[in-house]
């Protein structure tokens, strides 16, 4: 094959930790919206979309999560 595959996993992480960020900014905007609606200054619709993109974008982080654990297991049980 040849070619390093270094670049290949940079971008791998770059790509995790943009997706990461985007993840804690949902849950940032949902916080902020339940704390508004608390306040009664919030939209009650508004906050119940936002709560469900964070909801939304944890559970498929999650779902991402195990799935690269299960696949590091079966790499690691592999033999040499």
């Known amino acids: 094959i ?3 595959s270094a670049p ?4 791998f992480v770059g790509e ?3 997706a990461i ?10 916080d902020a919206q339940a704390d ?8 009650i619709h508004e906050m119940a979309l936002a709560l ?3 909801d939304v974008a944890m559970r498929l982080a999650m779902r991402v999560r195990n799935k690269l654990v299960e696949t ?3 790499i690691m049980r592999m033999g040499i």
């Open 8 to 11: 290949k996993a940079q971008a």
């Open 21 to 30: 960020g985007e993840i804690d900014k949902l849950q940032t905007v949902a």
């Open 16 to 18: 995790l930790g943009r």
């Open 2 to 4: 040849g070619t390093s």
């Open 52 to 54: 469900e993109k964070a």
């Open 72 to 74: 590091y297991n079966e």
């Open 36 to 43: 508004a609606v608390a306040r009664g200054a919030g939209n």
